[in-house]
Antibody
């Protein structure tokens, strides 16, 4: 059974940092693109970051470029999102998501974690 | 990285059909056959309903179908059921060096 379990969310002050982690199991983690998708309270979905199978490609939404870093550790079947210089508008539920195999970041997420809430507030 | 355009709401009675549109540009929806649709019930993670414009993952009822014409993709839900009431999001590949993009979402109400 495919499982994605996020951790690391919480309350942080503006300008602060958080590191989200996602523990994956039940599939060959190293074969898939992996993604972070967020959803602000009462708002729609936003694709935050994507990372290719070997980590050689990373893509970010413009609003987080230079502040967020996506990474993966295939030996630990884990995905990470380092979030620095956090802003109020980064407040959202952050989902770890399994994207497809293949060479391009298709918008096809077949498994999602339960989500972890990040709240940026003083 | 502009969001795709969806109507904020749609509705239909049980048994009817409803179509939700998703409009992008030639750089995303119109340029590639990589459009997906997700269903999200309140308080839960999204669920993949359609991928690559018109393909259904196993377990998704054939009442759900997808299509595309030019820069606009569409999701049709036939034989509406009460459990279809949810938010629906489209998403498209947006080319090299870009994340996929989502639409703003459509709230489907079953009357």
């Amino acid at each position: 059974e495919v499982q994605l379990v996020e951790s690391g969310g919480g309350l942080v002050q503006p300008g602060g940092s958080l590191r989200l982690s996602c523990a994956a199991s039940g599939f060959t983690f190293s074969s898939h693109w992996m993604s972070w998708v967020r959803q602000a309270p009462g708002k729609g979905l936003e694709w935050v970051a994507n990372i290719k199978q070997d980590g050689s490609e990373k893509h970010y939404v413009d609003s987080v470029k230079g502040r967020f870093t996506i990474s993966r550790d295939d030996a630990k079947n884990s995905l990470y999102l380092q979030m620095n210089s956090l802003r109020a508008e980064d407040t959202a539920v952050y989902y770890c998501a399994r994207a497809p195999r293949g060479t391009i970041p298709q918008p096809k997420i077949d498994y999602w974690g339960q989500g972890t809430l990040v709240t940026v507030s003083s | 990285q502009s969001a795709l355009t969806q109507p904020p709401s749609a509705s239909g009675s049980p048994g009817q059909s409803v179509t939700i549109s998703c409009t992008g540009t030639s750089s995303d929806v119109g340029g590639y056959n990589f459009v997906s649709w997700y269903q999200q019930h309140p308080g839960t993670a999204p669920k993949l309903m359609i991928y690559e414009v018109s393909k259904r993952p196993s377990g998704v009822p054939d009442r759900f179908s997808g299509s595309k014409s030019g820069n606009t993709a569409s999701l049709t839900v036939s034989g509406l059921q009460a459990e279809d009431e949810a938010d629906y999001y489209c998403s498209s590949y947006a080319g090299n060096n870009n994340n996929p993009v989502f639409g703003g979402g459509t709230k489907l109400t079953v009357l």
